[in-house]
């Protein structure tokens, strides 16, 4: 029954990141004073997305072909492992938080070979500066993750959830610089403004967007909802590691309502709160990026040492 | 005990015939025969002396112990593959006209006066008859060394001949001053000098009188072995002289003189009771071992790199005689046969290669691989066996040396092996580039059989690998009789 | 049985190398057929037919794989079956010394190290006949190459074979040798001969250091046989001499950071096929041999030395995999790859010895079986690429990334298999790479478990490097896929490529490749069958490592960390199949070929592509301190007073820091050193009869 | 045992072995080759002369023939051939001078105190009358070795070579009733075959150097490259 239940999870995961995405862009426009889309909208691109023909450059392998599908299923995995609305779903225990990040790579690194795989300049710069960037980003996610991991003593998510909604709030300096670091990681791998601009199509500025330069129709359609599907998935990582209060522990109704309340609650705040930095921050020069992810990697560091010296001191086995 | 006169006629009457018709062609041959009838004598006395114990001749002139038997059968053995090898080399060496038939005939003559004279060294039990030896084999080279009558060749014979001579004189004040301390107990009479009367009374000799006699023997006969301060002459003999002379003076020579002084070692060590002995000859040993390993990086000519390489083994050998443990010595007897097998192998191989480029230049020697492979790759096999890599003996004596100074003076080990690794980069230095490499143009195969060679290695191999039971037992009770005990 | 196996191994490899120099005497074998056939005319005929010129050497070529091949099996059956049995087998051969002969013991962990040679050389003999046969008409006889092949794998197997010093070190050296000489097989070139000098001279000094940590421990035991060494009780200081000692000699070979710039010049170097025996499985029978000298002989296990070990290897592989990305020659590239694996591997191991040191043994263990997975997984994967390096020097005989481009066109069957390697080495989930560094990740994580707080903050630091590194990995092999294979040819004979004639040249990758996915998707049972390794070694196995079943991974606990592959990559292969499925079947649009986006002034050429120094500038720029960069830009003018440039050559060399710091200053000094010898012989003759003169004096002095 | 309570005999033999040790002081500090190679047959003569006298003292016959053969060969033939060549060689004109006679002289003093020093402990064990002469043949062979290291002529090298055999052979004499009869042989026909290499080579060293100055035979030398 509770596989059935985590497939329900993951559908309904899918199906709300173009919602979110949708916000996100309703949430900019008002802060420009310009009249935001409709909600729906990216649902629209997407079925518009979806009926074009797709266009096949050239010099294209079967891999350019086979990239979206890679990327699409890897993140829709990953948006699987990462508990939503409820805790204990069995999708939750074939995989941890490392296997996540591993599925982020194996995505990346299909959008990074699609990008090389077309032979033009674009692609390749992309591919570089994606490859860096993540290259980087990698400990500093990793570093977060142990500080969550020596404190909850597991690496499985949903345990990790357990073990905070157990021990109640409590005001934990690791937990505060996890976060920090972790934001900062957030926003450098799903390409948001200080360190890639989405919107833009000026080639030369553009990380992720110079990869699938290339792709139109159905492909374009699938690799846009694999982005949106990730940015929610961070968002969710961030809320539910941190604040997982208010998700269901149980199947009964009245929790799962009250758990798909509370995250849709807390990932509206999450996407103000990003659209906010979005604002006050212009893009950085790609060799800035190192010194911002740096910065994120130092506030995991710092998480995990306050862990260790400030936390755990006591802990005696 | 017959096989022991055959041993010291046959190298005599091969002089006399050589001396007589050393000139013409047929010399090569007659070389090869008294040599292959020196080793089967020889193979026939170590069988001998194998099932009925040390054989002692009619008035007490020559000595026969499981010590010495083996080397007569190893000198016999090199003797007769430098023989084979000289054969082909010389005629050569005729044809391009750097010797006259005159000069072949003194070759000859003096090859065989050689050989006698290191066939009387190791059977002789007389000290003083061992020390006129010795002075007769450094007389049957000297000539040699200047065959080619290049001012170089005179120059280092001039040099190993005073260098030579003034050891050797060293090494007979120690004989005399060895006979004064037997005369003090043995009375006067002809018997004072036998080794086996000394060995069996070394406990009554007068300490003083052995540790000065000790020392002036040391470096006496150590300049003929070539310990690093008295080792000078020993690189321009090899680079000098022919080719056979510095494959059998290193395969052969060397190994005498160290017998000489293992032989009074055992007297000295009956008689002081402590190591004094043994500390001056591991001092003497690690000092030629490390500066001869120095030497090779700078060498130019491809006989003086080999020239050091022997140095620095001797050196090995001196310095595990002088640790005196029964696994120390069981490795210096060992050691001394891959060594003279291997060296010789590689004079072969080296006066091939330097016909084949025209010069012992090393820097002008190249692509040998590729002319002639089996020159190229005996050169290359020789040089790794006698850098001591494992499939091959002198790995096998190495690797005991080292464990028997881990067991007796750990502290020695990393010198020792620092040295094993500045030799073998010293070499591999040098020979690689010969080796390997395209072939310079205009250089021809020349007429070569590398048999001894191949006989040489594969001996080495088989040493390595696994030592066969006669020749173990053999070290076993030369040890015995050296140290006093078998290696358990 | 099984020790009856491995000499079957060591025997077939043997039996490879003789047949090889046969193969070089053919005339002389026509002349030994001639004559015993003399009275069977008909027979002679037949014979000295089949004995034709041509298929004869192809006959003789595949004969001489088979060997290869079943010396592997051989290899692969006794390793299972030594681990199986989880018995050690000890026997002793007539060879060596009287009263020292060689001891032969095949355990667990030597039986483990035989799985991890026989499987790459089982691929290496379907490779080879097909890769060899370009070496036949070149100058250097095949005869060479097939005996010190044949010499260097068994070399190997006497190494895991030997359970006495004498033998081990006879083995161990023998393999340096036999691999010497094939590094400078293709001795034409200098930079072949520089390297094989190097390659040799290391080999020495870590020979060096081993024996002279076999000899600290026989120094307090009774004899050199490993059972008497393990008897030898050592205090702490002589403990730790002996330990630094073999991590230094066995770290020398198996190519940790200071002592590693003699790998990237030797590996490339060899034959591909031999590179990739040397690389994927020699550095293991280094791994092997510092394993069984300190968790099996060493009776004591201090934690200085884990965190000697973890800083050493965490060190060698960040920079190991900095360097690599620098590479622009493929097979240096996957040498220095090799440099980083290793250094993981070392991490996996100092992470167990400080868990083995602070009591907990089950960690411990679970670092041991992290490392052991990963050698196997780099053996495999390594071996995949270099042979993938190797079929495409055969075909196009271009080794620089540079030129390359464009190849999954014109070789897709070795594209698709090089993609398994490169995602399985860039540790990417569904493949084995990632399962071995999971694990490794896990044994950091527990790191909470440790009283002293140094080592608690060290740990997950350390754990962070290997991150960057992993990182760092996939980015390298992402730029080798991407540059190699994809996008457009950057040179015209890589443009007029050709798919990999011989069947055997894929079979063998493809082998490789294929376990690389099994062990991806079904790692449990591997590591269940190293339980009687572990309880041999540290005492302890991972008893519920499959405690969710035998498709889970639950290292220490289900609800600590739990990793099912098999599940996850139905879960996702199902999502994949479920969206082309809706979106290419019903829809039925076929894709429009066009021209890509060229903003506009169109003539898209492949000199616009990304190349490898352009793709791993941004990290060169970062990473810059770790660098020895020599970046040289010539300008070609022309023109009144050199106004007009005509040409711009920019050229960018990295240098290994090792190489400057380590490696030439030692050369110097020893180059001084002899010079300052060498005016001892100064060719005076008065000079030297003043020397002897001085030593009697001295000599008399000291006795008197 | 004073000098004043041996009797005539040995008080002979110990001023024969002081006329040698003076006889090798001369050589040390001797410019000319002829006047170098006479006291060399002055020396091989005292030699002689002290073989015979002891074996007088000692009443050991076999001693004489032993002194016969030195006379013979150290007194007369090896001198004669030496002084034949110099002269055939042009060189009785030629002044090989001694760079610093003074402290090579101090040198061949420390020498003889050294030898004495050294051969202290054998001295006493003795019963041998002749022993303490011991000390002087080892001073006359380090001084022979002092001699080759202080000059520069070849023909000087051979006279220092042999006036070392000639302090072994007076070092034989003294410390024992002289070696057995076969080492005395074959130490004569080493010495023998010795000189007649030296003349050998003096013709081979002039062909190539056409000098007999040891200081130009230095071409194997790797100091400086």
């Known amino acids: 029954m509770d596989w059935i239940m985590a497939i329900l999870e993951d559908l309904l995961f899918i199906a709300a990141a173009p919602l979110l995405a949708g916000w996100i862009k309703r949430v900019k426009c008002r802060l420009q004073n310009r009249k935001p889309p409709s909600l729906l909208q990216p649902y629209r691109d997407l079925l518009k997305l979806y009926r074009k023909q797709p266009i096949l450059p050239h010099p294209a392998s079967w891999i350019f072909r086979a990239a979206p599908y890679v990327v699409f299923a890897a993140t829709v995995a990953a948006a699987g492992f990462v508990p939503l609305v409820a805790v204990d779903l069995p999708t939750a225990r074939i995989a941890d938080v490392i296997v996540l990040v591993g599925f982020f790579a194996l995505a990346r690194t299909f959008l990074v070979l699609a990008g090389m795989d077309i032979g033009t300049a674009f692609g390749g710069m992309g591919s570089s500066r994606e490859m860096t960037i993540a290259s980087l980003a990698e400990p500093a996610m990793l570093?977060?993750?142990?500080?969550?991991?020596?404190?909850?003593?597991?690496?499985?998510?949903?345990?990790?959830?357990?073990?905070?909604?157990?021990?109640?709030?409590?005001?934990?300096?690791?937990?505060?610089?996890?976060?920090?670091?972790?934001?900062?990681?957030?926003?450098?791998?799903?390409?948001?403004?200080?360190?890639?601009?989405?919107?833009?199509?000026?080639?030369?500025?553009?990380?992720?967007?110079?990869?699938?330069?290339?792709?139109?129709?159905?492909?374009?359609?699938?690799?846009?909802?694999?982005?949106?599907?990730?940015?929610?998935?961070?968002?969710?990582?961030?809320?539910?590691?941190?604040?997982?209060?208010?998700?269901?522990r149980d199947f009964s109704p009245e929790a799962l309502g009250l758990g798909v309340g509370m995250i849709v609650l807390k990932l509206g705040l999450l996407a103000i709160l990003l659209v906010l930095s979005e604002a006050v921050f212009a893009k950085m020069r790609i060799f800035r990026v190192q010194e911002y992810l740096s910065f994120a990697y130092l506030l995991s560091v710092l998480g995990l040492l306050s862990h260790i010296i400030l936390e755990a001191a006591r802990v005696h086995h | 005990m017959i096989a022991v006169y055959l041993i010291l006629l046959i190298p005599l009457v091969g002089m006399v015939a050589l001396a007589w018709r050393g000139g013409d062609v047929s010399a090569e041959r007659i070389n090869i025969r008294c040599n292959g009838l020196a080793l089967a004598a020889s193979v026939w006395l170590a069988a001998d002396v194998l099932w009925n114990g040390p054989r002692l001749s009619a008035g007490q002139l020559l000595y026969i112990d499981s010590y010495n038997v083996y080397l007569i059968v190893l000198t016999a053995f090199v003797g007769l593959t430098t023989s084979i090898f000289s054969g082909p080399y010389m005629s050569h060496e005729r044809e391009i006209g750097r010797l006259t038939p005159r000069r072949l005939k003194l070759y000859h003559t003096m090859y065989q006066g050689f050989m006698l004279a290191m066939y009387l060294v190791l059977t002789t039990n007389n000290m003083g008859v061992m020390w006129v030896a010795m002075e007769g084999a450094t007389l049957a080279t000297v000539l040699l060394v200047s065959l080619y009558r290049t001012p170089e060749s005179v120059e280092a014979a001039w040099k190993y001949f005073i260098l030579c001579g003034v050891g050797i004189a060293q090494a007979l004040f120690g004989t005399v001053l060895l006979y004064f301390a037997a005369e003090q107990h043995l009375g006067v009479g002809g018997d004072a000098l036998l080794w086996t009367v000394l060995h069996e009374h070394s406990a009554q000799l007068e300490p003083a009188i052995l540790g000065l006699a000790f020392v002036f023997l040391l470096v006496g006969y150590g300049t003929k072995i070539g310990l690093v301060p008295l080792h000078n002459w020993l690189p321009d003999a090899h680079s000098e002289g022919p080719t056979p002379m510095s494959a059998i003076l290193s395969g052969l020579l060397l190994n005498d003189a160290l017998y000489a002084v293992v032989r009074c070692k055992i007297l000295v060590d009956g008689s002081l009771g402590n190591h004094l002995a043994g500390h001056l000859m591991m001092g003497f040993g690690l000092l030629s071992f490390l500066v001869a390993s120095l030497f090779l990086h700078r060498q130019t000519d491809i006989k003086r790199l080999f020239s050091y390489s022997s140095i620095e083994h001797m050196g090995l050998m001196t310095y595990a005689f002088g640790v005196g443990s029964p696994w120390a010595t069981f490795a210096a007897l060992f050691h001394m046969t891959t060594h003279s097998l291997t060296k010789s192998a590689i004079f072969v191989t080296v006066g091939h290669a330097a016909q084949l480029a025209g010069t012992q230049r090393m820097d002008r020697i190249r692509g040998l691989i590729l002319t002639q492979p089996t020159i190229g790759w005996g050169l290359l096999v020789g040089t790794v066996a006698i850098a001591g890599f494992p499939p091959f003996g002198v790995f096998a004596s190495e690797f005991l040396v080292l464990v028997a100074t881990m067991h007796d003076y750990p502290w020695l080990t990393p010198l020792l092996l620092l040295g094993v690794g500045l030799a073998f980069a010293g070499l591999f230095r040098h020979i690689q580039p010969m080796v390997y490499g395209d072939v310079p143009e205009g250089q021809k195969p020349i007429a070569a059989n590398l048999w001894p060679v191949m006989l040489h290695l594969a001996l080495v191999l088989w040493l390595g690998l696994s030592i066969p039971a006669f020749l173990g037992n053999w070290f076993s009770q030369a040890t015995q009789l050296i140290s006093g005990a078998l290696p358990q | 049985m099984s020790l009856f196996l491995a000499y079957l191994a060591v025997l077939a490899a043997l039996l490879s190398a003789v047949v090889a120099t046969i193969d070089g005497r053919s005339s002389w074998v026509d002349g030994l057929f001639g004559r015993v056939l003399a009275r069977w005319p008909r027979q002679l005929e037949r014979t000295r037919h089949s004995l034709a010129a041509e298929d004869y050497s192809a006959r003789h070529r595949r004969l001489l794989f088979a060997l290869l091949g079943g010396s592997g099996v051989a290899a692969l059956l006794a390793g299972t079956g030594a681990l199986a049995s989880g018995s050690p087998l000890v026997d002793t051969l007539p060879f060596g010394l009287p009263w020292l002969s060689w001891h032969t013991r095949l355990d667990p962990l030597s039986g483990f190290f035989f799985c991890v040679l026989g499987l790459p050389l089982i691929a290496v003999s379907l490779f080879g006949p097909g890769y060899v046969r370009e070496f036949e008409h070149g100058k250097h006889s095949l005869a060479g190459l097939g005996l010190f092949t044949g010499l260097f794998v068994a070399g190997m197997e006497l190494v895991l074979l030997a359970d006495d010093a004498l033998s081990f070190m006879i083995a161990w050296e023998l393999m340096s040798v036999a691999s010497y000489f094939l590094v400078a097989f293709q001795h034409e070139h200098a930079a072949n001969r520089r390297a094989a000098f190097l390659y040799l001279l290391m080999a020495v000094v870590g020979a060096i250091a081993i024996i002279l940590a076999y000899g600290v421990l026989a120094g307090f035991g009774r004899g050199l046989t490993f059972d008497a060494l393990r008897g030898a009780s050592l205090s702490p200081l002589w403990a730790s001499i002996a330990f630094v000692l073999a991590l230094t000699g066995f770290g020398m070979k198996a190519g940790l950071v200071p002592l590693h710039a003699w790998l990237p010049e030797a590996h490339p170097v060899a034959p591909s096929h031999i590179s990739a025996l040397m690389s994927g499985v020699m550095l293991k029978i280094a791994v092997y041999g510092f394993i069984r000298f300190s968790f099996d002989l060493l009776d004591r296990i201090l934690w200085q030395w884990?965190?000697?070990?973890?800083?050493?290897?965490s060190a060698s592989a960040v920079l190991g995999i900095l360097y690599a990305l620098q590479q622009q020659n493929l097979k240096r590239l996957l040498a220095y790859s090799s440099v980083?694996?290793?250094?993981?591997?070392?991490?996996?191991?100092?992470?167990?010895?400080?868990?083995?040191?602070?009591?907990?043994?089950?960690?411990?263990?679970?670092?041991?079986?992290?490392?052991?997975?990963?050698?196997?997984?780099?053996?495999?994967?390594?071996?995949?690429?270099?042979?993938?390096?190797?079929?495409?020097?055969?075909?196009?005989?271009?080794?620089?990334?540079?030129?390359?481009?464009?190849?999954?066109?014109?070789?897709?069957?070795?594209?698709?298999?090089?993609?398994?390697?490169?995602?399985?080495?860039?540790?990417?989930?569904?493949?084995?790479?990632?399962?071995?560094e999971w694990l490794i990740f896990q044994t950091a994580l527990q790191a909470g478990s440790i009283q002293s707080g140094v080592l608690r903050s060290l740990i997950p630091t350390a754990s962070a490097v290997l991150a960057l590194t992993s990182a760092l990995a996939a980015t390298c092999f992402v730029k080798v896929y991407g540059v190699a294979f994809l996008g457009l040819p950057r040179s015209g004979h890589i443009a007029h490529a050709k798919e990999v004639g011989q069947r055997g040249m894929l079979a063998g990758p493809a082998l490789l490749a294929a376990l690389c996915v099994l062990i991806g998707i079904l790692p449990a049972p591997v590591i269940n069958v190293m339980a009687g390794l572990t309880r041999q070694l540290t005492g302890a196995d991972l008893g519920n490592i499959s405690a969710l079943g035998w498709l889970w991974l639950t290292p220490v606990a289900p609800e600590v960390a739990s990793y099912a592959p098999a599940l996850v990559v139905i879960g996702s292969v199902a999502v994949g199949w479920l969206c082309y499925y809706l979106l290419y079947r019903r829809t039925g649009l076929e894709p429009r070929r066009a021209e890509p986006w060229d903003c506009g002034f169109g003539g898209l050429t492949a000199r616009m592509q990304y190349t490898s120094g352009a793709f791993s500038m941004p990290i060169r720029r970062i990473f810059q301190p770790a660098f020895e960069v020599q970046e040289t830009l010539e300008e070609s003018r022309e023109g009144p007073a050199g106004t007009r440039v005509t040409a711009l050559r920019y050229r960018f060399q990295v240098l290994d820091r090792a190489w400057l710091a380590l490696y030439e200053p030692v050369g110097r000094g020893v180059v001084r050193l002899a010079r300052w010898v060498g005016r001892l012989q100064t060719g005076n003759i008065r000079t030297y009869l003043g020397y002897s003169f001085f030593t009697l004096i001295f000599l008399l002095w000291v006795i008197s | 045992m004073s000098i004043t309570d041996l009797d005539l005999y040995s008080q002979a033999i110990l001023l024969l072995a002081g006329l040698i040790a003076l006889t090798s002081f001369l050589m040390l500090g001797q410019s000319r080759l002829v006047r170098l190679v006479f006291i060399f047959a002055v020396q091989g003569a005292l030699l002689a002369g002290a073989t015979a006298m002891a074996a007088g003292v000692l009443d050991y016959p076999h001693l004489y023939i032993s002194a016969g053969l030195s006379l013979l060969l150290k007194g007369i033939i090896i001198p004669l051939l030496l002084h034949r060549l110099i002269h055939r060689m042009g060189l009785h004109r030629e002044m090989d001078t001694i760079d610093h006679p003074a402290r090579l002289m101090m040198g061949g003093t420390a020498l003889v105190v050294f030898s004495y020093y050294v051969s202290l402990p054998i001295v006493q064990h003795s019963t041998l009358v002749t022993l303490n002469a011991i000390a002087v043949s080892l001073a006359v062979v380090l001084l022979g070795m002092l001699l080759m290291i202080s000059r520069r002529q070849a023909v000087a090298h051979v006279v220092g070579f042999m006036s070392i055999e000639n302090g072994l052979f007076f070092a034989a004499v003294v410390s024992t009733y002289g070696m057995p009869m076969v080492v005395e042989l074959g130490v004569a026909f080493d010495v023998l075959v010795a000189a007649v290499v030296f003349g050998v080579f003096f013709f081979q060293i002039r062909a190539s150097i056409d000098s007999l100055n040891v200081d130009r035979l230095s071409k194997l030398s790797e100091a400086e490259q």
């Open chain 3, 306 to 313: 884990g965190v000697l070990v973890l800083v050493v290897g």
């Open chain 1, 143 to 248: 570093m977060a993750v142990f500080t969550l991991a020596m404190s909850a003593h597991t690496t499985n998510l949903s345990q990790a959830m357990n073990y905070v909604l157990d021990t109640g709030l409590v005001l934990r300096p690791s937990f505060v610089f996890a976060l920090g670091g972790l934001m900062l990681v957030a926003i450098a791998e799903t390409g948001r403004i200080p360190v890639d601009n989405p919107a833009t199509h000026l080639e030369l500025t553009m990380i992720h967007e110079a990869m699938i330069l290339e792709y139109s129709g159905r492909w374009l359609a699938l690799i846009e909802w694999a982005s949106q599907i990730k940015l929610m998935l961070y968002g969710v990582l961030i809320a539910n590691i941190f604040f997982p209060w208010g998700i269901a």
């Open chain 3, 340 to 436: 980083e694996n290793i250094g993981i591997v070392f991490t996996a191991l100092g992470l167990s010895l400080i868990f083995l040191s602070n009591g907990d043994t089950v960690l411990g263990t679970l670092g041991l079986v992290g490392a052991l997975l990963h050698c196997l997984n780099h053996a495999l994967f390594k071996s995949l690429l270099f042979l993938g390096a190797g079929a495409i020097l055969h075909q196009t005989h271009e080794q620089n990334l540079e030129n390359m481009g464009g190849l999954i066109h014109r070789m897709p069957k070795l594209a698709n298999v090089f993609l398994v390697g490169t995602l399985s080495i860039a540790a990417l989930p569904p493949l084995n790479g990632f399962v071995s």
